[in-house]
């Protein structure tokens, strides 16, 4: 019985992989000493595996980006306009992730229900996959240099092609997934080559079996893995899955003749029974999922212990594991230690773990099992009583608050006013013109405010001079904007480090941390918050901030605030109640603050619910639940305003289509979506959509300037769906992550576009 985990995180502890490629990007070092800190983060990372007892160390966990465009590029999936550019490997990986000025970058999307972000593929008919490049083999070279002999980790064939999307030029009916047996080829040679080095496993990831498949899907995974299974010379093999049950792709594993089968038993809690029902796995090795690799809650071992034992009989050999790859948590709680001004409260240490601790919990259940849970008796002791203290504890707990979510009818989430009256209403007082041009909110994070936050946090700019410098910050943006002729202004959110952690910050019920990164896209990190106790909002957070950016034009200003989904979404989430009692609670918050803005006069009002679509749960059988407590916190938090004021909500990573009725549903007069990265697919969803909508048209992720004549085309299409009337223009996200040049430039051809169409309708 040994212990494993599926993944690390691997942006470095402080953030070391993020501050290198951004400096190898801006021409500050160059790319041998950018692969250079990128190997010593990760030999750092096996020493740390090694020291901590781990008995089976993942390697190729590592990614400069992104890992499923590492597979792309691994696999030779590069399309002809990237490869056309002529620049290496890693380059070409940076053009493929980010765009050049001559090509648009590849589309991204959420990595399933979690924050991460992935670089999604482009397959087609004339894809030549090919073994381009040798990086598992490197990596398990350079593993052994210190002491480790790892487990390579390979995103698996079905969910890359998944994953992918069919490439422009084919034909309508292809799919990615028509390509699998040329495909599954091309591992059947990494794999010999890695069986050739001496690898005795490989971990290949299939956490798309998780989500519902038809027959013919089920059919591509048992005959990928009996292809792969069937090799002469092969390491053995682990196919890993997670974030979820396994449904009808457990008996599909369960007899491919692999070696060992991962299975999440946090997310997909009915997995143990399934499997039993099944007859269990043979003479497989189960990796039992046991350890959350999504969430931040110290585990409880005991019961982690007993999950285990029931599974014993279910294969020949158990090894512990965590659900899924760590990438998902920070790194290390210790870091938290330091005594720093801000970050996590000590009181709420002893109920965490973090990645490097969850590496422990492994460990330690492992040995347990070993040896008997006598030899761990004092860590089961320890954990037992961290776990008591987390239960009784009461600071955790408001009654207040529990009384204001017990009171709710079903009226406080509605408007009190039809759709059609608010439209009229609302064009009355607000006076827009056809096409209203509009942005998402934050404007380019200046070095400036960087400088002013840092500054104000370690005590060496005042209060006052920090307020001073924001507001000199929304003088800025306003006056762009007024110059560019934006019909809604936005103040810019100069004063937000990140749109979740700012209202956690100021929210009674979270924790922030000091280090708590975890990687969202490239080198983008957030610090999720963590939701420890009961919700609920002190004071105004933004109403001053909106007031000035409103004494500063004649314009109307939108004010902005974050959701009640996303913020539940983008945190680490209390795991003692269910969600939906969590995301009433900070929708009642939310609605205070809406109701507050109402009052200082901004009458229109922006709540971002970005993760609305990503939460959706893999399995359609449990999408109605879902959806039903989140469009809920959503009306919960905007339905108490008069009908003049106009909610607009934003969300972005959708793919729009399938959740169109729930978008609806949400009731918001105007709902800005991303689209320009997408190719403005969701056009063909709008067809039946009857609010006021606005297709990004243009992708921030791009430091790429639209033109004019794009923005029109696109626009076009839009148009001949979408009555006029009904339009918005506005870009795909918020400009926080762009310069004023690119943006400046960007909305002033997106006006152009929107005046070009206005003089003809
Ligand atoms: N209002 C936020 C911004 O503009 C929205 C960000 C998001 O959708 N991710 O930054
Ligand atoms: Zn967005």
């Not at 064009?427 to 400036?448: D, H, M, N, Y």
């Not at 009908?643 to 007069?669: K, N, R, V, W």
Request: hydrophobic share 40%.
């Amino acid at each position: 019985m040994k212990s494993t985990i599926l993944g690390y995180p691997r942006i470095g502890p402080r953030r070391e992989l993020k501050r290198a490629v951004e400096r190898y990007w801006a021409g500050g070092i160059d790319e041998r000493e950018l692969t250079a800190t990128a190997a010593e983060l990760r030999r750092s990372c096996w020493r740390q595996l090694r020291d901590a007892g781990l008995d089976e160390i993942p390697s190729g966990t590592f990614s400069f980006y992104d890992h499923v465009l590492d597979t792309a590029v691994l696999f030779d999936a590069v399309p002809e306009r990237y490869r056309r550019l002529g620049l290496g490997r890693l380059d070409t990986t940076f053009a493929m992730a980010r765009g050049t000025n001559e090509v648009a970058p590849l589309e991204m999307t959420k990595w399933f229900d979690t924050n991460y972000h992935y670089v999604v593929p482009e397959i087609g008919p004339e894809t030549v996959f090919r073994l381009a490049g040798r990086t598992p083999l490197a990596e398990v070279a350079e593993a052994r240099e210190v002491g480790v002999d790892p487990r390579p980790v390979l995103l698996g064939p079905v969910t890359f092609l998944l994953l992918s999307t069919a490439s422009p030029g084919a034909e309508p009916g292809f799919r990615p997934l028509d390509r699998l047996d040329d495909l599954v080829e091309r591992y059947a040679e990494l794999l010999g080559e890695l069986a050739e080095a001496g690898v005795g496993w490989v971990q290949l990831d299939e956490p798309a079996l998780v989500a519902d498949r038809t027959p013919e899907e089920l059919a591509a995974v048992e005959r990928a893995y009996r292809r792969l299974g069937g090799l002469a010379t092969r390491p053995r093999l682990l196919v890993a899955t997670y974030f979820g049950e396994l449904g009808a792709a457990l008996p599909v594993l369960a007899r491919a003749p692999i070696e060992a089968v991962g299975l999440d038993l946090v997310a997909g809690r009915d997995n143990l029974r399934r499997l039993a029902d099944e007859g269990g796995l043979g003479d497989k090795v189960l990796v039992a999922g046991v350890v959350d690799g999504r969430n931040v809650w110290r585990t409880d071992l005991r019961g982690a212990l007993s999950v285990c034992v029931s599974a014993l009989g279910l294969c020949r050999e158990l090894v512990v594991g965590t659900s899924c790859s760590l990438l998902h948590v920070p790194h290390d709680l210790d870091l938290e230690l330091s005594g720093e001004p801000t970050g996590l409260d000590p009181s709420l240490r002893p109920w965490l773990a973090f990645a490097r601790q969850k590496v422990d919990e492994v460990v330690v259940l492992a040995r347990a099992l070993r040896e008997g849970p006598a030899v761990v008796s004092a860590q089961l002791n320890d954990n037992d009583a961290a776990l008591r203290a987390r239960r009784n504890t009461d600071w955790a707990r408001v009654p207040e608050v529990r009384r204001r979510v017990a009171a709710l009818r079903p009226e406080d989430a509605r408007r009190s006013t039809p759709r059609e009256e608010r439209v009229r209403r609302q064009r009355e007082v607000l006076g827009l013109p056809l096409l209203p041009t509009t942005t998402i909110g934050s404007f380019p994070q200046t070095k400036e405010i960087r400088a002013a936050r840092a500054g104000v946090r370690s005590g060496r700019v005042t209060p006052e001079e920090y307020e001073r410098r924001m507001r000199a910050e929304i003088d800025r943006a306003v006056a762009v904007q007024e110059e560019i002729g934006l019909d809604v202004v936005v103040h810019g959110e100069p004063e937000r480090n990140d749109m979740v952690q700012y209202f956690a910050e100021r929210l009674v019920g979270f924790a922030s941390t000091e280090h708590g990164w975890v990687q969202s896209y490239g080198t983008r990190c957030v610090r999720p918050p963590i939701i420890y106790g009961d919700v609920s909002r002190p004071e105004p957070i933004t109403v001053e901030w909106a007031r000035y950016a409103r004494s500063r034009t004649s314009r109307p200003v939108k004010g902005m605030l974050t959701g009640p989904v996303t913020m539940v979404q983008w945190s680490f989430v209390r795991d003692d109640q269910p969600r939906a009692e969590t995301a009433k609670q900070v929708a009642l918050a939310l609605r205070d603050e809406v109701a507050d803005l109402e009052a200082a006069g901004i009458g229109v009002i922006q709540v971002d619910e970005p993760a609305l679509r990503e939460g959706l749960p893999p399995r359609a059988e449990h999408r109605a639940e879902y959806l039903d407590w989140a469009v809920t916190a959503f009306r919960l938090a905007t339905s108490g305003v008069r009908a003049e004021t106009q909610i607009h909500t934003h969300m972005c990573y959708s793919e729009f289509g399938e959740i169109i009725d729930a978008i609806e549903d949400l009731d918001a007069d105007v709902t800005t979506v991303e689209a320009a990265r997408s190719g403005m697919r969701l056009v063909a969803d709008l067809g039946a959509y009857r609010g006021e909508i606005g297709p990004g048209v243009y992708d921030i992720h791009s430091p790429r300037v639209p033109s004019v004549d794009e923005i029109e085309a696109d626009l076009r299409r839009v148009l001949e769906v979408v009555d006029a009337r009904r339009v918005w223009v506005n870009p795909d996200c918020g400009l926080k992550t762009r310069d004023y040049p690119e943006v400046t430039a960007a909305l002033r051809n997106m006006v152009a576009a929107a005046e070009r169409l206005r003089a003809e309708i």
